[in-house]
């Protein structure tokens, strides 16, 4: 097993651990933060103003890498403007099936950089 499939591994136990916790702990938030960044699942765009919908109205199926992405960024982005909203994704399972997702669509490979905006 080389790093990015250990990686992707502790990604999604990580995710799947934190589903069955009653709080976000700090801790293992940071944690899985780190596995998203060394992934490239967290990347700068313009998070605020992408006009998809709720990741609870798409079939994550059919998503393509660049969208997995860019819904985890999303999610993560906006815990620093609303606390906790990561933490009720996380322990509906969304979270962890759009990881699991985007590990699938990225081949088990780190995802690649998203495209610039013109």
């Known amino acids: 097993m080389n790093d990015i499939e250990l990686t992707w591994l502790l990604l999604v136990a990580k995710v799947r651990w934190l589903e069955r916790q009653p709080h976000l702990d700090q801790?293992?938030?940071?944690?899985?933060?780190?596995?998203?960044?060394?992934?490239?699942?967290?990347?700068?765009?313009?998070?605020?103003?992408?006009p998809a919908p709720n990741l609870l109205?798409?079939?994550?199926?059919?998503?393509?890498?660049?969208?997995?992405?860019?819904?985890?960024?999303?999610?993560?982005?906006?815990?620093r403007f609303f606390e906790n909203s990561i933490g009720s994704w996380i322990r509906?399972?969304?979270?962890?099936?759009?990881?699991?997702?985007?590990?699938?669509k990225a081949n088990g490979q780190k995802a690649p950089l998203l495209p610039k905006a013109a």
């Open 27 to 50: 801790h293992h938030y940071l944690e899985m933060q780190r596995y998203l960044a060394a992934l490239r699942l967290v990347q700068p765009f313009d998070w605020m103003h992408w």
């Open 57 to 79: 109205d798409v079939d994550m199926e059919q998503l393509d890498i660049d969208d997995c992405v860019r819904y985890i960024t999303r999610h993560v982005r906006g815990e």
């Open 92 to 104: 509906g399972g969304a979270f962890g099936d759009l990881c699991e997702v985007a590990k699938r």
